[in-house]
């Protein structure tokens, strides 16, 4: 089973982005998207920013997570 989660992009760097996610932030590959900018929600698996999703898609995301913890 894969397992993803969603981050809002802080910053981009030519194919890097940074990205956080409650509050923890880290650099992942950004080369799989296009035209991804600062204040975009991404889907982050294995150390890739691997689709954009709307921001109700986030908030959905955290509400499971935070059911699940």
Same mark, same amino acid.
Not at 21 to 39: F, I, N, Q, T, W
Not at 49 to 62: Q, W
């Given at each position: 089973?894969?397992?993803?989660?969603?981050?809002?992009?802080?910053?981009?760097?030519?194919?890097? +982005?940074?990205?956080?996610?409650?509050?923890?932030?880290?650099?992942?590959?950004? !080369?799989? /998207?296009? $035209? =991804?900018?600062?204040?975009?929600?991404?889907?982050?698996?294995?150390?890739? +920013?691997?689709?954009?999703?709307?921001?109700?898609?986030?908030?959905?995301?955290? !509400?499971? /997570?935070? $059911? =699940?913890?």
């Amino acid at each position: 089973m894969c397992v993803g989660i969603a981050a809002k992009v802080i910053s981009i760097d030519e194919d890097t +982005a940074l990205i956080d996610v409650s509050g923890a932030r880290r650099k992942v590959s950004a !080369a799989l /998207l296009d $035209e =991804l900018y600062p204040g975009d929600y991404v889907m982050v698996h294995a150390g890739a +920013a691997i689709a954009k999703i709307t921001d109700d898609d986030e908030t959905e995301t955290d !509400a499971v /997570l935070g $059911e =699940l913890l």
